[in-house]
């Protein structure tokens, strides 16, 4: 009778770019045989940013009472800490442009994300000089955590459990500008670190 020897490698691989090397032993023949293999999974890395809503600003949303809008950020990074780069990308470079007849009508404003509750961390366009530096179009930032991932907003439901607000205003000198309907785009994109 003759035998013939079947190599058969088992490897499970479970998640995103998952990759493994087969090590898998087979048994050989006798009264008991036994084999191994391995069993692997790597989980990719994602992220989520949701909760946003549109800013419908007043004369009143200056410094002192900027208008705020609290938002969910999700990493799953790490367990315990969980750093993201923050991007802040604004259409128009950080100015609300006027509509229509008033297009070359513009007002600067400021916007800060900053951590809520677990969150941790700021950005903003401060550094920004509206007058000098019309062509900056983004402002990107490495210090900002989402928290622990236990923690953090669940990324699959509705924005509960805040961990950022954003933070939009408009200098005092809006107070004498014409009326007229003015707008921006603004998007806002996290890295996980």
Not at 134 to 158: E, F, R, W, Y
Not at 169 to 181: I, K, N, Q, T, Y
């Amino acid at each position: 009778m003759e035998f013939k020897k079947i190599a058969v490698a088992m490897a499970v691989s479970v998640g995103l770019g998952a990759s493994s090397v087969m090590a898998a032993t087979d048994g050989t023949i006798g009264e008991t045989s036994n084999g191994n293999f391995d069993i692997n999974f790597q989980k990719g890395t994602v992220a989520r940013i949701w909760g946003l809503g549109d800013f419908n600003l007043t004369d009143a949303n200056v410094a002192a009472t900027p208008a705020t809008e609290d938002i969910c950020i999700y990493s799953n990074k790490a367990a315990n800490s969980n750093t993201y780069q923050l991007e802040i990308a604004s259409t128009n470079s950080f100015r609300l442009v006027g509509s229509g007849s008033d297009a070359s009508t513009f007002v600067d404003y400021d916007i800060k994300v900053e951590g809520l509750g677990i969150g941790n961390g700021s950005l903003d366009n401060a550094s920004v000089n509206h007058g000098t530096d019309a062509n900056v179009t983004s402002q990107a930032g490495n210090h900002l955590d989402a928290g622990a991932l236990a923690s953090q907003p669940d990324p699959s439901i509705a924005c509960t459990g805040e961990n950022a607000q954003i933070s939009v205003w408009l200098p005092a000198s809006v107070a004498s500008l014409a009326g007229g309907a003015f707008s921006d785009t603004v998007t806002l994109t996290i890295t996980p670190q």
